[in-house]
């Protein structure tokens, strides 16, 4: 049945592209080619007419915009122009244009770029509405626009094609003006505190200043590997060592890292530097930098985002990491003496920690699994652990914590900020360990940067710094439920560029290829049978296993931890299901949302991460070539969600 209609639709919708192109190889014949007109001289946009129609009334005016709507009643017509402000009617009478203009006025299509001119005026039904004395196509829409009922909702398509999102659907296009608005208070705000906006590079021979995975390029002139940077800070700071006291950078970083709802691998960062202040300075400024951009963007400083109110009016609450690690884990840090009594608790609390693991590492692992989720209220954390602050200024009173503080609302992290480090020949001491964590296995450590320990020694003066994720604000700012709704074109996975089609059905027939390709390298022999049915479960215990097909809705990283992925599931009942699974290494988020699954959904509900796992998803384990493959068992999307297997 869905092969018969595809085949019903798919023609209809060439006819019409054919059409098209035919009403553009008339005008040009005609010598009426849109595609020549340079310009067109526009008066005003579509909300200063509504806004002021008082002033407006009976004047002439001029205003270009796209058609989103027409309707053709003998010598008086209507349409529905879209411009950068909205929406406004038109009322096109062909005593009023012209019989030959108005001839050209009927064949124009939904999505086609008109100008123009009349007189401002109210309709009988009390819309503000413009009395065309002229209509001139300005450009020909050779595609078809989406239904106007249903608009553009399929989210892959609305990423991929945003040109033809932010026609169709306002709300994104409200959501991308506003972002450059909160961009805009951004930087009024800092100018007005005295700070100088700067570029540093992007393409840097050693990318410091985060932990994370950089890109790797090669720049042909030099014949040498380059970097694309994680970060803004190091560069930033070489500017404060120069005399600039106070310097900002609103730029693109890159980290090679996964996708999810709240990570994209290139992202907008805002990093300052203030000369002599410090970590509290970054707090003070902090507050003040958020109430002034949510009071001129919103007019407000409470926001509501999915449900939950935050007034960015009230003074941010100020908790150090051991304070709130002991409010809501239970755990009182300042008892723990040693790096065995740490990982014992870790042990007692279900925390998986790696051998290279320190005292502070773990310290952190507390706080990312009991508190992160419960600080929702703006909230600065404070005072965390040397080890994970390799360019941080430490403690006078305890160096095994530093000066330093995260900024957090909704339990995200909103920002970064420390009593930066200027103390060279602890800088390259904490390198030295960066480099050893290095050599540990840990990808994302930094290396060590000869140039900026030779400007420290130069001399750097103390410093605040601080870094913005500006993605993240502009969601919590505009109520964006991903990262992706703030982007105008977020990282996708590529299309089939021969096609350059990305139907569905081509797509699905290359990932069964791919799949058929991936099975024959297999060798079967070594796939392992989990030793707890292989050894201790007969046939009736294995019964009552409750293996159900399960339709995949949602999936993102679980942040923080490299393996986990979280799955929200329809699993056929009135509610949703969440279920965690370790297959980070293997699949990207996004390639996994619409699949059916397989899971065991009559599990007690265990905790990963703070997070309660409701189920198994199943995969299947295999050996090749010495590694170990983990592959997620997918079934067709034609089983329904809920179905159960026997």
């Not at 244009?97 to 009927?106: Q, T």
């Not at 954390?381 to 160096?399: A, C, F, G, R």
């Given at each position: ?400 914590y530093v000066e330093r503080f995260e900024f957090f609302m909704n339990g995200w992290e909103m920002a970064n900020a420390y009593s930066e480090l200027n103390d060279p020949i602890d800088q390259r001491e904490r390198f030295a360990a960066q480099e050893e964590a290095f050599a540990a296995g840990d990808e994302e450590a930094n290396h060590t940067d000869e140039d900026f320990l030779n400007a420290l020694e130069i001399g750097m003066p103390p410093t605040g710094g601080i870094g913005f994720g500006i993605d993240r604000m502009c969601m919590l700012l505009t109520g964006a439920e991903a990262i992706r709704d703030v982007l105008l074109f977020p990282t996708m996975k590529s299309l089939d560029a021969k096609k350059g089609e990305g139907k569905a059905e081509k797509a699905v027939e290359n ?136």
């Amino acid at each position: 049945m869905g092969d018969q209609q595809k085949n019903t639709q798919e023609p209809d919708v060439n006819q019409l592209r054919k059409v098209r192109r035919e009403k553009l190889a008339d005008l040009q014949a005609n010598g009426k080619n849109p595609f020549e007109i340079t310009k067109y001289d526009v008066t005003c946009h579509a909300t200063d007419i509504k806004e002021n129609f008082e002033e407006m009334e009976g004047k002439h005016v001029s205003v270009a915009g796209r058609v989103m709507q027409k309707r053709v009643m003998g010598k008086a017509s209507f349409c529905n122009i879209l411009d950068l402000s909205g929406n406004i009617q038109s009322y096109v009478a062909r005593d009023s244009i012209g019989e030959e203009s108005y001839k050209d006025f009927k064949k124009l299509d939904i999505g086609d770029i008109i100008g123009i001119e009349g007189e401002v005026f109210k309709t009988k039904t009390g819309e503000i509405s413009i009395h065309a004395s002229a209509v001139k196509l300005l450009s020909k829409s050779l595609q078809i626009l989406p239904e106007k009922f249903h608009g553009l909702t399929n989210t892959d398509t609305r990423y991929r094609q945003r040109y033809v999102d932010l026609i169709v659907n306002p709300e994104v296009r409200d959501t991308f003006i506003k972002r450059s608005r909160i961009i805009s208070a951004v930087r009024r705000y800092l100018d007005g505190q005295g700070f100088m906006e700067v570029e540093t590079p992007m393409l840097v021979a050693n990318a410091g200043g985060a932990a994370a995975r950089p890109f790797e390029t090669h720049f042909n002139a030099l014949n040498e590997d380059l970097k694309l940077r994680i970060s803004l800070e190091l560069y930033l700071k070489r500017l404060i060592v120069g005399g600039l006291e106070r310097v900002y950078e609103i730029g693109r970083v890159f980290r090679n890292e996964g996708l999810d709802t709240r990570h994209n691998p290139e992202f907008t960062l805002m990093e300052l530097y203030q000369a002599y202040t410090d970590y509290n300075g970054m707090m003070d400024l902090t507050e003040n930098l958020y109430r002034h951009v949510a009071q001129e963007v919103l007019g407000t400083t409470k926001i509501v985002y999915k449900g939950i109110e935050m007034d960015l009016g009230e003074p941010f609450e100020r908790i150090t990491m051991v304070d709130a690690v002991k409010k809501y884990a239970g755990v009182d840090w300042n008892e723990v003496e040693t790096l065995e009594q740490a990982r014992e608790l870790a042990k007692e609390h279900n925390l998986e920690f790696e051998e290279r693991h320190k005292k502070g590492d773990i310290l952190n692992l507390f706080f990312e699994e009991y508190v992160e989720e419960h600080l929702l209220q703006p909230t600065f954390v404070m005072d965390h652990p040397v080890e994970i602050s390799p360019l941080t200024k430490k403690k006078p009173e305890n160096p095994n914590y530093v000066e330093r503080f995260e900024f957090f609302m909704n339990g995200w992290e909103m920002a970064n900020a420390y009593s930066e480090l200027n103390d060279p020949i602890d800088q390259r001491e904490r390198f030295a360990a960066q480099e050893e964590a290095f050599a540990a296995g840990d990808e994302e450590a930094n290396h060590t940067d000869e140039d900026f320990l030779n400007a420290l020694e130069i001399g750097m003066p103390p410093t605040g710094g601080i870094g913005f994720g500006i993605d993240r604000m502009c969601m919590l700012l505009t109520g964006a439920e991903a990262i992706r709704d703030v982007l105008l074109f977020p990282t996708m996975k590529s299309l089939d560029a021969k096609k350059g089609e990305g139907k569905a059905e081509k797509a699905v027939e290359n990932a069964a290829v791919a799949e058929e390709k991936v099975a024959e390298k297999i060798d079967f022999s070594n796939v392992k049978i989990e030793p707890l049915f292989e050894e201790m479960i007969d046939f009736d215990t294995f019964a009552k296993a409750d293996f159900r097909a399960v339709k995949i809705l949602e999936c993102e990283a679980v942040p923080k931890s490299k393996k986990l992925l979280k799955f929200t599931l329809d699993d056929g009942t009135d509610r949703k299901r969440t279920i965690l699974s370790g297959i980070h290494e293997y699949y990207e988020p996004e390639d996994l949302i619409g699949k059916t699954a397989i899971a065991i959904v009559n599990l007690p509900p265990r905790k990963m991460m703070g997070i309660d796992s409701e189920g198994m998803l199943i995969s299947a384990v295999h050996e090749e070539d010495g590694h170990e493959g983990l592959n997620l068992l997918m079934v067709n999307d034609r089983i329904p969600a809920g179905a159960k297997l026997y």
